[in-house]
């Protein structure tokens, strides 16, 4: 399980930086920083956002904190399902980045590539936690 641990917290560690980022962006000016503006795509007001952000960063933590200490009992259906919920969430942000570097360029949400890069992050917990399940279970 320890494999699955480590990949589990780097995740964690990619979205908390996400989250610290956005509103490290509105004060910081660093030139490989993107803008404020880049951070989401408009569909949840920021306050929101951040809210359900947090919600989130608390669950991967929780999770992988489990899986680090062995407290998960594997469901070989749980993973099948996750694995599912998992490919379906990364193949929409793929979709997402190609119709946003092209023909819906112009669509805030479509074009906003830095949030649809960390969800694909989220695909990959979801996926990576997914196939813990279905190989353990």
Do not use: C
Not at 107 to 121: K, M, Y
Not at 128 to 134: E, I, S, V
């Amino acid at each position: 399980m320890r494999p699955y641990a480590q990949l589990l917290w780097a995740l964690t560690a990619l979205f908390a930086i996400r989250v610290i980022s956005q509103p490290l962006a509105l004060v910081i000016d660093f030139k490989w920083l993107p803008r404020f503006e880049s951070w989401h795509s408009g569909v949840l007001p920021y306050p929101l956002l951040v809210a359900a952000q947090l919600f989130i960063l608390a669950w991967l933590a929780i999770i992988a904190h489990r899986v680090s200490h062995n407290t998960v009992k594997p469901n070989r259906t749980s993973g099948r399902f996750l694995m599912a919920i998992g490919a379906v969430y990364a193949a929409t942000m793929v979709t997402r980045l190609v119709l946003g570097a092209t023909v819906l360029r112009d669509d805030r949400w479509f074009a906003s590539p830095v949030p649809t890069i960390f969800h694909l992050g989220l695909a990959s917990y979801l996926f990576t936690f997914g196939h813990l399940h279905a190989r353990h279970g």
